[in-house]
């Protein structure tokens, strides 16, 4: 009996050892609703503090620590609110510029923390201004608290908005485009890391310790490193901003992947401007093209793409047979054409300098004066302009299939010979979107796969993204004015181009002022990219300038405003930047390493 006993207690022993081995270990679950009360919590102090600083008064000697304050609680709350709301939240730290309203041609007055720091550090501000500032910025910062409040975080919405927040600390942070005059951007910058490791920690941290110890501790120590970094050189002017970058955000940026990986939360998406596979941002592929292009022309063949290419350098395309894209975009020329302008289907001048078409897909406006708005609109209109193709866009080009080739290649690309161009302006556009690489010296030390910098480019690098301001034009890493890190504009700047290289006269060329005739527009040209600037001399929209010399020069002296035109509305400083000779070389000796290998003979 005894026996028997002790083999049903066996028995059942191994029975629940059994059991218990095919019951899965629960997985740990995020604590979104923590991260996101933290989120919560700073914009609400942010509109506490704000109501201090009005109480403070801009007269106050307080009036710049309450201030700084402030901005450090929009920074803690700034990855999610800013998420859900882009519009406002970029209207909350954004540029102190009017802002003019496509959709009812209003110009909105300067708004937001960059007025409130202009008028705090400044001065000359009306006590009645300034409280009109406060009210409209807490209007906005009331909206972000709502939509925090509203919409739930979740894992895509969490890993979106740290993604775009790493981004803001190179891009925005670091360069002084978030504080162009207290320059709090730098101390800014430890905060937004700090921040991001409070909220790792309120939210997936368990689920990554639970799994990967070493990686949650490697994580730990990359952060606490480039805070520390960050702490013991505040110092605008001197801050080593390509060393932070190189040696401490991309790491940081490298783990943050593999920690969402671990996480098995997100595996991404290709809605958004980024490849969250992309151990940088400075990779051939950290960007998604796609994101940029019309939903009609995404994601194109190979044979498309092979099509397009053929058509590019096709003189067949334009009535007089003569033109081809190729004309003013000659691949050997990084896509440009070396030519102050080229000439018309007639042999006269046009009225623009030609720019590159490298990496030309990553941005929301085309043309010079920024009138398409898309990639397929800007090919269209080369269609149908007299001076240039002079061809129909509903008329195909039948003369090209002379060449039977392209009987073959529309039919594997399209399954037709089309009888209009639409097709053709899809296959082109396909091919201009190729045309992107982040493959120059540049790119390669910052990725750490060189380690051949001089001084000279490490201080031209840091006086871009700092004294020199500009990168607060020119975004990092993509070097355009398309606005990080939502990349759905692409920003246009007045800055007083001369007519002639002596500088004694504004050039009366109106730009963007064709599309509204708006004073603000008045010369107006959208923000190209410097990569592959060392290559497409000659500069500006009128190819004034021959050398990359001339233009650091014109931007030292203060832009037209600074040559002493008159020009109300210029969006850079009339002051003099005060860079030596020796800066001005090393800013020119910066550009040059953002020449690309994917320039033919480079």
Request: proline share 4%; glycine share 6%; hydrophobic share 35%.
């Amino acid at each position: 009996m005894k026996n028997i006993f002790y083999t049903i207690v066996v028995i059942l022993f191994i029975t629940s050892c059994k059991n218990e081995e095919k019951q899965p270990q629960k997985r740990l679950q995020p604590d979104w609703k923590t991260a996101q009360t933290y989120y919560l919590t700073h914009i609400e102090n942010t509109i506490k503090t704000l109501d201090s600083l009005e109480k403070t008064g801009i007269s106050s000697n307080n009036a710049k620590t309450v201030f700084s304050k402030l901005r450090e609680e929009f920074k803690k709350a700034e990855p999610y609110a800013s998420y859900l709301n882009p519009e406002v939240g970029h209207r909350v730290n954004g540029p102190a510029l009017p802002v003019f309203k496509d959709d009812n041609q209003k110009i909105l007055h300067p708004v937001g923390l960059q007025k409130l720091e202009e008028s705090i550090y400044e001065g000359e501000v009306a006590n009645e201004e300034f409280l009109y500032e406060i009210k409209i910025t807490r209007g906005m910062l009331n909206v972000l608290k709502n939509d925090i409040i509203k919409r739930e975080l979740n894992a895509e919405r969490f890993f979106v908005s740290v993604h775009q927040q790493l981004l803001r600390i190179v891009s925005f942070s670091i360069s002084g485009f978030d504080t162009p005059v207290s320059h709090l951007g730098i101390n800014e910058a430890a905060i937004s890391l700090k921040s991001l490791l409070q909220v790792y920690n309120l939210s997936i941290a368990a689920i990554i310790k639970s799994t990967n110890t070493a990686l949650d501790i490697d994580f730990n120590k990359k952060i606490e490193s480039a805070v520390s970094f960050v702490e013991k050189n505040k110092d605008y002017e001197d801050f080593d901003r390509y060393t932070f970058i190189r040696e401490y955000v991309n790491p940081i940026m490298a783990t943050w992947i593999n920690i969402r990986k671990e996480s098995n939360l997100w595996e991404g998406s290709d809605k958004f401007p980024f490849n969250f596979d992309a151990p940088t941002f400075f990779e051939n592929d950290s960007f998604n093209p796609n994101y940029f292009i019309p939903a009609i022309n995404r994601n194109p063949s190979k044979k498309q793409i092979a099509l397009g290419e053929k058509l590019f350098f096709e003189p067949g395309l334009s009535q007089n047979g003569k033109m081809a894209c190729a004309t003013c975009h000659i691949p050997e020329k990084a896509y440009a054409d070396g030519l102050k302008v080229n000439n018309d289907n007639q042999d006269n001048p046009l009225k623009r300098n030609t720019p590159t078409l490298l990496n030309v897909v990553y941005q929301q406006s085309f043309f010079l004066d920024g009138r398409s708005e898309t990639i397929l609109d800007q090919v269209s209109s080369v269609f149908t302009n007299k001076d240039e193709f002079n061809s129909a866009v509903h008329k195909f080009s039948d003369k090209i299939l002379n060449d039977t080739t392209y009987i073959y290649l529309f039919e594997e690309a399209y399954g037709k010979v089309p009888t209009r161009n639409t097709e053709v302006i899809k296959a082109i556009s396909s091919y201009i979107s190729t045309l992107n690489s982040f493959n120059s010296r540049f790119d390669k030390n910052m990725r750490g796969e060189e380690n051949t910098f001089t001084d000279q480019e490490k201080l031209g690098f840091n006086l871009f993204m700092g004294k020199a301001l500009c990168a607060t034009c020119h975004f990092l890493p993509l070097t355009n004015g398309t606005v990080p890190p939502f990349y759905k504009e692409t920003e246009k700047e007045v800055i007083g181009v001369p007519g002639t290289a002596d500088n004694k006269e504004l050039d009366d060329d109106l730009g963007f002022y064709w599309k509204y005739e708006e004073e603000l527009h008045k010369g107006m040209f959208k923000t190209p990219t410097i990569r592959n600037a060392q290559l497409t001399a000659p500069y500006m929209h009128n190819g004034v300038y021959s050398t990359l010399e001339e233009v650091i020069n014109f931007y030292n002296l203060g832009g037209g405003g600074g040559l002493g035109f008159d020009l109300e509305y210029q969006t850079l400083p009339f002051d003099n930047l005060e860079l030596t000779e020796d800066e001005q070389n090393a800013i020119v000796a910066f550009i040059k390493t953002l020449s690309d290998d994917r320039v033919a003979g480079y």
